[in-house]
């Protein structure tokens, strides 16, 4: 059965992240997606990048499904792993021990703005334990910069994320990358995206 699910801001966004992982991604090792949603944007980036191993992850079964259900579209079933179940709070995140040996990043696309502040301290301290020295843990979203919004598109879609829940909203920069510092990260590189996103590259600045 296609469990399939189609999330339009996919399209849009995944040439242009592509586009800036080219850069840094090294030709080996594994990648850990958290919160991988429908699941377009790992398969993207396997049939992108098929010399390394791109780890998906959800919390959502319905969402676990429809990236089982992409793997098998795409015919990478033999290369993609099947989605993990993680939940960036429940720690230690389970993952397999292959994973971690071989794991050179971390990335999160489109999701602390969609969860608690929780989620983000949780994303960042577990990061942490799993990086080494030098890897990255990249973010991809809307933020506030100086605690303002970059555009009046961003300042009505927190609104409207607020509305939904009132633990959701869109982050301070300064806020999330002091999050990193306390975890070991710094704060690499900002680069601004389409859509009014940034692309956040953190470091792991020791083991």
């Not at 939904?164 to 306390?182: A, M």
Request: proline fraction near 5%.
């Amino acid at each position: 059965m296609d469990k399939r699910l189609f999330f339009p801001a996919t399209q849009r966004n995944r040439k242009s992240i592509e586009g800036v992982l080219y850069k840094i991604i090294k030709k080996n090792g594994s990648i850990l997606e958290i919160g991988s949603g429908s699941g377009e944007h790992g398969v993207f980036f396997q049939k992108r990048f098929p010399k390394i191993v791109w780890q998906t992850s959800d919390p959502a079964s319905i969402h676990r499904e429809s990236i089982s259900s992409w793997i098998d579209y795409e015919k990478l079933n033999k290369k993609m792993p099947q989605p993990l179940m993680i939940d960036v709070e429940k720690i230690p995140w389970k993952i397999p021990l292959k994973l971690i040996y071989s794991l050179q990043g971390i990335i999160s696309i489109n999701m602390i703005h969609v969860a608690p502040w929780s989620c983000t301290e949780a994303l960042f301290r577990e990061s942490g334990k799993l990086l080494n020295k030098g890897r990255f843990l990249i973010l991809y979203g809307p933020f506030k910069i100086d605690n303002k919004h970059t555009s009046q598109s961003n300042y009505f879609f927190d609104n409207s994320l607020k509305m939904q829940n009132s633990l959701w909203g869109i982050r301070n920069l300064e806020e999330v990358s002091d999050e990193g510092k306390k975890n070991s990260f710094f704060q690499q590189e900002i680069i601004n995206m389409p859509a009014n996103n940034f692309l956040i590259i953190y470091r792991k600045d020791s083991n």
